[in-house]
């Protein structure tokens, strides 16, 4: 991942542009490996290279499930509609958990 992060900072001193795409790839990085804060600090730097971050950057994101509502709700607040697969990853990740709305799941 820190080679990752060399190119992706060393891209536009190339002429290269970063991407969503690029963005997303190395989120999704950070995300497989649990370093989901280091996934927050690219969808900051997103913004800040002017990106949008978009349904697949959300969906990344949306994996760990103690932050799924909390990322349902930015997407939303940034007038962006969550599609099927940020609720299925969503759904998926509270059943992992066994947690909704802070009740355990039956048959769990």
Same mark, same amino acid.
């Given at each position: ?35 989901? *804060?280091?996934?927050? @600090? &690219?969808?900051?730097? !997103? ?5 949008? %971050?978009? #349904?697949?950057? =959300? ?6 499930? *103690?932050?799924?509502? @909390? &990322?349902?709700?930015? !997407? ?5 509609? %969550?599609? #099927?697969?940020? =609720? ?20 769990s």
């Amino acid at each position: 991942m820190k080679m990752a992060i060399w190119f992706l900072m060393r891209m536009p001193k190339t002429s290269f542009e970063s991407d969503n795409r690029t963005c997303n790839t190395l989120t999704h990085g950070f995300v497989r490996l649990g370093l989901f *804060d280091n996934g927050w @600090v &690219i969808n900051k730097q !997103m913004k800040e290279w002017e990106m949008q %971050p978009d #349904v697949i950057t =959300y969906g990344i994101m949306i994996s760990k499930c *103690d932050s799924a509502l @909390v &990322i349902l709700n930015t !997407m939303v607040s940034c007038n962006l509609m %969550p599609n #099927v697969h940020c =609720y299925t990853v969503s759904i998926d990740a509270l059943h992992i958990e066994n947690i909704v709305n802070g009740f355990v799941l039956w048959g769990s």
